[in-house]
């Protein structure tokens, strides 16, 4: 086997990995190494996010200076303790109807099987899929907050806690904010896992257009570009059963190892900024998981 290319042993599962050592965010010369390492450090917080859920990757084979790709299905030359499971792909999707062969990233084994391929980021939907392979409801409702420029991440931070304080009126007491590593931020809320995913969008986009006739000069409920001018879209539209969105803790594919990072809600404010792989890691680290 060529020195580039070796076995490694990561949880007691073999791991093929490669080229260790190649630049995949040239800007700050984060090599494929230290992205293993961020996911080492995280894998406690991240693993129970990709829990039960098929991962839909986006690859940059060479970097995020190359070309990249979405990838639904299982690849070739996956290893063959990689858990993976046989769904049609849901309504509404590009794929409609197909068969997918669909993998779950288990453990350290699958977080370093992934890395090595490239795969930066890690996108997941709010529903689930059961250990004998039953697909179950959502057990989380999301909310993208994507703001329209010139407003920012600061505009986010006060739209957050206008959506938090309304989700809280129903009930819904667990609420996380995370700052997405790409514009905005992601609101995720804990559900009981006893709605059927079609009825989770229309309550998300209820609250969404209820918010936004209230907050007409702050936010929109809408995609329409020529409405978004220094607002936020709350897009409810991530609940959608063939939607997915970046999972917590994963990385993303920008000029920097930038990440979709949990806050705490003493965080989330005027001045909050994006956060890199390595603040990730040590916030982790150092405070724990918003989420646990």
Same mark, same amino acid.
């Given at each position: 086997?060529?020195p ?5 042993? =990561? ?5 093929r ?9 040239? %800007?700050? /010369?984060?090599?494929? &190494? ?5 996911? =080492? ?6 693993l ?8 839909t ?5 060479? /970097? ?15 290893p063959d303790?990689?858990?993976? %499971? ?12 197909a068969?997918l ?12 099987w ?6 930066l ?5 709010q529903?689930?899929v059961g250990?004998?392979g ?8 999301v909310?993208?907050?994507?703001p329209?420029p010139?407003?920012?991440?600061d505009?986010? &931070?006060?739209?957050?806690?206008? =959506? ?16 997405s590593?790409?514009?905005?931020? %992601?609101?995720?809320a804990?559900l ?9 969008r229309?309550y998300?986009r209820?609250?969404?257009h209820?918010? &936004? ?14 409405v978004r001018?220094?607002k936020?879209?709350?897009d ?14 994963s990385?993303?594919?920008r000029?920097?190892?930038?990440v ?13 900024k994006h956060?890199? &792989?390595?603040?990730?890691? %040590?916030?982790?680290?150092d ?6």
């Amino acid at each position: 086997m060529s020195p580039e290319r070796q076995m490694v042993d =990561v949880g007691g599962r073999s791991v093929r990995v490669s080229h260790l050592d190649k630049v995949m965010y040239p %800007q700050t /010369g984060t090599t494929k &190494a230290e992205i293993m390492d961020y996911l =080492v450090r995280v894998a406690d917080a991240l693993l129970p996010q990709l829990a039960g859920r098929p991962v839909t990757r986006i690859r940059w084979p060479d /970097g995020v200076a190359g070309e990249k790709f979405f990838e639904k299905n299982t690849p070739r030359g996956a290893p063959d303790w990689l858990r993976r %499971q046989k769904l049609r792909a849901a309504p509404g999707s590009d794929d409609e109807g197909a068969e997918l062969d669909l993998p779950f990233i288990d453990d350290l084994a699958g977080l370093v099987w992934a890395a090595n391929q490239g795969a930066l980021e890690l996108h997941t939907p709010q529903w689930r899929v059961g250990p004998r392979g039953g697909v179950r409801p959502p057990d989380r409702l999301v909310v993208d907050l994507d703001p329209g420029p010139p407003a920012g991440l600061d505009e986010c &931070a006060e739209v957050a806690h206008l =959506v938090a304080d309304r989700l809280r009126a129903d009930g819904l007491t667990t609420i996380v904010p995370v700052t997405s590593g790409s514009k905005g931020m %992601q609101l995720y809320a804990d559900l009981p896992g006893t709605e059927a995913v079609m009825g989770v969008r229309q309550y998300a986009r209820d609250i969404a257009h209820e918010l &936004a006739a209230a907050h007409p000069k702050l936010l929109v409920a809408v995609m329409r570009k020529d409405v978004r001018g220094g607002k936020v879209l709350l897009d409810w539209s991530q609940n959608h059963p063939a939607k997915t969105t970046i999972t917590p803790y994963s990385l993303r594919g920008r000029d920097r190892p930038w990440v979709a990072a949990p806050r705490w809600w003493d965080e989330v404010g005027p001045g909050m900024k994006h956060l890199t &792989a390595s603040e990730v890691a %040590q916030r982790f680290a150092d405070r724990g998981d918003p989420f646990a």
